[in-house]
């Protein structure tokens, strides 16, 4: 396949600048003639952004031609290191949009806050650019589905940035499982046990003078122009209106995973979950110190998926294993954040340590086997664009929206119960509703252990227990509760609504 026929005058000075640029760097003369690279833009360049610049970067069949952000700082901090690596300087614009309006464009790689994630691809799939698209790829469950549709509809590329399903450690591990290396397997526990520190009071502060707070903004409700966080980066993943917590943070990594080695390509059909934002307000002693952030920092969540099941925990305090021996094992860790899946075998374990590692035990925790490697999750996107093969991904939009799906059936239940304080005692009464193959009772021990261990006074800020919620997988609404189907979308913007259905 080769993108020559797109290549526009600005395009063919910005080639040439590029030989000039081999001239004095020669490892530029390494690439690929402009032809036969494919024309990228990547769409917000903070944090994860810079992997994404330097996934293309490394890829002679990509050109960079254009960096989006908001903030033109962040942009062109960016886009002076694309310039030393690729020798030609890719266009800064702050609104999107333009990038879909360039023929030009071949694909679009996004990682913005969540809540512009689906927009921004079925945008990116109906200007017929390919999309690569970080985790969750979708603030709510009916913008996974849109694009899913859209991907289809258009006949686009798209990948989930769930970079796990391309690393051999993960790929041969789940084939070994799924070959009955720990026998049979029914139940997966995702963690994610990462220190997140509060991200101060809630208040009213100034947005930076240099960035576009509107865009910024984009699908999600307009703040007077003013924040409710110190920070404007970075935090909005702790803020509702934004982000999605560490379950819909971290926790797409992990329900991936164990979804993947589970073999369930389907929603679950009931959801569970418990937990609260705690913690925080000892940090400071500060009686009137409230932090920021609305989303869960403490969350067990139950999938429930007829005869599988999937438990996911998170814990933003400190951590100490030595309470929990088993994970402690598994882990290899005894203090610490710890972040994976363990999957509970008739014949043994098997752990996901971290993005390249795997470890087999039986069922005495004596290490059987262990998996190692990695590989480039932004190479196997490239490669499908120029194949047109969407078989060949490893994380598709059907893949992605499962897994992003996960974690925002669990903050629903969480969210519909906030309110609903409840003693542990009544936690573990009402777990006895959920047919789960965990062992609730002891993961709900281990959570309130936590809690105490980090000067919790679970008294005065009680756990809160959501809604026992049942889930159509089919049909994706929730079928005891009408409420809960308000919270599979959400209140879009004039000019920002992500389309759906027929509209996609
Ligand atoms: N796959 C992974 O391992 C991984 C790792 C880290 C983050 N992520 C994902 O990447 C995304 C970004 O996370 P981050 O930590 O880099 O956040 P961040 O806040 O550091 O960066 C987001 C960037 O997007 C820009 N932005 C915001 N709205 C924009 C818009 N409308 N158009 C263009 N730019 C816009 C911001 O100015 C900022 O530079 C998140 O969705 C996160 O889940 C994935």
């Known amino acids: 396949m080769t993108y020559a026929s797109k ?48 996934g293309f970067l490394k890829n002679s069949k990509t050109r960079i031609a254009y960096l989006v952000d908001i903030d033109p700082a962040a942009a062109a901090k960016r886009a002076d290191h694309v310039e030393s690596q690729q020798g030609m300087r890719p266009e800064i614009v702050s609104d999107m949009r333009r990038v879909f309006d360039d023929k030009s464009v071949d694909a679009i790689s996004t990682a913005t806050p969540n809540h512009w994630h689906a927009l921004t691809g079925v945008w990116a799939m109906q200007a017929g650019k390919d999309a690569y698209i970080e985790k969750p790829i979708s603030h709510n469950v009916a913008e996974g589905r849109a694009l899913v549709e859209a991907a289809k509809k258009y006949n686009r590329i798209c990948q989930v940035g769930t970079q796990c399903r391309s690393q051999k450690a993960l790929i041969d591990a789940m084939q070994w499982l799924h070959e009955g290396g720990i026998g049979e397997v029914n139940f997966a526990r995702g963690l994610c046990y990462k220190r997140r520190k509060s991200i101060g009071a809630l208040g009213d502060y100034p947005v930076p003078s240099d960035v576009d707070f509107d865009l910024w903004s984009g699908p999600a409700k307009f703040t007077t122009p003013r924040l409710t966080r110190q920070r404007f980066h970075y935090d909005w993943h702790w803020q509702r ?78 951590v100490d294993h030595s309470a929990d021996k088993e994970l402690h094992t598994l882990f290899k860790s005894d203090r610490g954040g710890k972040v994976g899946v363990v999957f509970y075998g008739s014949d043994g ?82 777990l006895a509703s959920i ?9 709900l021990k281990r959570t309130v252990q936590h809690l105490v261990d980090n000067g919790v006074d679970l008294k005065q800020t009680p756990l809160s227990l959501g809604l026992l919620l049942e889930f159509d997988p089919e049909r994706e609404v929730f079928t005891n509760n009408e409420a809960a189907n308000a919270w599979l979308t959400r209140e879009y913007r004039a000019g920002f609504v992500c389309p759906t259905g027929d509209k996609v």
């Open 435 to 443: 047919p789960s193959l965990d062992d609730d009772a002891a993961t």
């Open 7 to 54: 290549l526009n005058r600005r395009h063919f000075l910005m080639a040439s600048t590029a030989a000039s640029a081999i001239a004095v760097n020669p490892r530029l003369a390494l690439s690929q003639s402009a032809n036969e690279q494919m024309s990228v833009a990547v769409i917000g360049v903070g944090g994860r952004g810079g992997d994404h610049i330097n």
């Open 241 to 318: 209106l934004y982000g999605n917590g560490d379950l819909g943070n971290q926790g797409p990594h992990q329900t991936d995973i164990a979804r993947w080695g589970l073999g369930l390509e389907r929603h679950p059909q009931r959801i569970l979950s418990y937990g609260g934002r705690l913690g925080y307000q000892t940090e400071r002693k500060d009686p009137r110190y409230v932090d920021a952030g609305d989303t869960a920092n403490t969350e067990v969540s139950i999938y429930d998926y007829g005869d599988k099941c999937i438990v996911f925990e998170t814990r933003g305090l400190d």
């Open 349 to 430: 374990y098997l752990a996901q340590v971290n993005y390249t590692t795997c470890i087999a035990y039986d069922k005495q925790m004596n290490e059987i086997k262990r998996f190692g490697g990695g590989a480039d999750h932004y190479s196997n996107f490239i490669d499908a664009c120029f194949s047109r093969n969407s078989s060949s991904l490893s994380s598709d939009a059907m893949c992605g929206h499962l897994s992003a799906a996960i974690s925002h059936l669990g903050n629903i239940s969480y969210y519909m119960g906030e309110n609903n304080h409840a003693t542990p005692e009544e936690i573990q009464a009402a």
